[in-house]
């Protein structure tokens, strides 16, 4: 069975930092077989697309809201991934959570096709 656990999160006022991280572990989770994204749900919201990185660590896409602020990676020897969250803004506050699909194909996974997911760490940013 593969598990996801995140971690990292908490309070931060704006323009703070937080470092998000996601350690996948199971006997069948080797990391450089799956594609690997966050999403996040504020209350009261549905679940969103922030970010998502490929097998390899190479590629890489954003939704707009956090371009230039958010970076995604991985470190597929430790089978963590990771997203360093700076100049954090209120409408930021937020679940994070983290998955990971076993990706074949030419693009990206919709939120659908993602095997496993973690259980979130939530994220507040205050004003």
Do not use: H
């Amino acid at each position: 069975q593969v598990q996801l656990v995140e971690s990292g999160g908490g309070p931060v006022q704006a323009g703070g930092s937080l470092r998000l991280s996601c350690a996948g572990s199971g006997p069948t989770f080797f990391a450089d077989s799956y594609t690997m994204g966050w999403f996040r749900q504020a209350p009261g919201k549905v679940r969103e697309f922030v970010a998502v990185i490929n097998w390899s660590g190479d590629t890489t896409s954003y939704t707009d809201s956090v371009k230039g602020r958010f970076t995604i990676s991985r470190d597929n020897a430790k089978n963590t991934m990771y997203l360093q969250m700076n100049s954090l803004k209120p409408e930021d506050t937020a679940t994070y959570y983290c998955a990971a699909a076993r990706w074949t194909r030419d693009g990206w996974p919709r939120s659908y096709e993602y095997d496993y997911w973690g259980q979130g760490t939530q994220v507040a940013v205050s004003s």
